[in-house]
């Protein structure tokens, strides 16, 4: 069965520094999304991709932020400069149009 | 702003029993509902998803109930396993919006033989 791919598993990093979260999401998919999770709280969306653009972003979803598809198959989630807030699970997912396929997150530990 | 709330932050059930998880929202304008089964260090799961114009959707033991006019949705899982003990998340969507998922809480599931 197909399924979205998410590298690294678990990130540390020190405050201040920069990020890169990967994801290979099936690659029928036209529209590819992020989502975190902080420890004991609900998944929140971050932003929606389609047609090499962002298509819709949270409040969460600020300046230090941003996402790439560079290839045909990657898609990146970067954080420029990381908070001690920013540490969470974040999750891809991809979508054909409805129904998603998350990715089995990366855990985020920012020091 | 929580659009959608699932009350019960946990839920323990006897194997073989029915478990029943319920999720309420409060935009109107939602009109695709999803079920998420999730573990510990993993991604939410697909499960089950229901359509506005529905009211009742069945998967093999599982079954969503959308009550548009309480705007509550519930899942229904019989009979229950031990397997099934997990998180379960409801998520609600504006089709129209390209299909940004809300989320709502969680409810640990817990089946005990």
């Known amino acids: 069965e197909p399924e979205v791919t998410q590298t690294p598993s678990h990130q540390v990093t020190q405050m201040g520094q920069e990020v890169i979260l990967r994801c290979v999401p099936i690659s029928n998919h036209l529209y590819f999304y992020w989502y975190r999770q902080i420890l004991g709280q609900k998944v929140e969306f971050l932003v929606s991709f389609y047609n090499n653009e962002i298509s819709e972003k949270s409040e969460i979803f600020d300046d230090q932020f941003s996402v790439e598809r560079p290839d045909g198959s990657n898609f990146t989630l970067k954080i420029r400069s990381t908070k001690l807030e920013d540490s969470a699970m974040y999750f891809c997912?991809?979508?054909?149009?409805?129904?998603?396929?998350f990715g089995s997150g990366t855990r985020l530990t920012v020091v | 702003d929580q659009q959608v709330k699932q009350n019960s932050p946990s839920l323990s059930v006897q194997e073989g029993r029915i478990s029943i998880l319920n999720c309420d929202y409060t935009?109107?304008?939602?009109?695709?509902f999803l079920w998420y089964k999730k573990y510990p260090a993993e991604g939410p799961t697909f499960l089950i998803s229901i359509s506005s114009i529905k009211d009742k959707n069945e998967d093999g033991r599982f079954t969503v109930f959308l009550n548009k006019s309480a705007k509550h949705l519930s899942l229904h899982i019989v009979p229950s396993q031990p397997g099934d003990s997990a998180v379960y998340f409801c998520?609600?969507?504006?089709?129209?919006?390209?299909?940004?998922?809300?989320f709502g809480q969680g409810t640990e599931l817990s089946v005990k033989p």
């Open positions: 998520a609600a969507s504006r089709y129209n919006q390209g299909g940004k998922l809300i």
């Open positions: 997912a991809s979508s054909p149009d409805l129904g998603y396929t």
């Open positions: 935009n109107s304008m939602f009109d695709y």
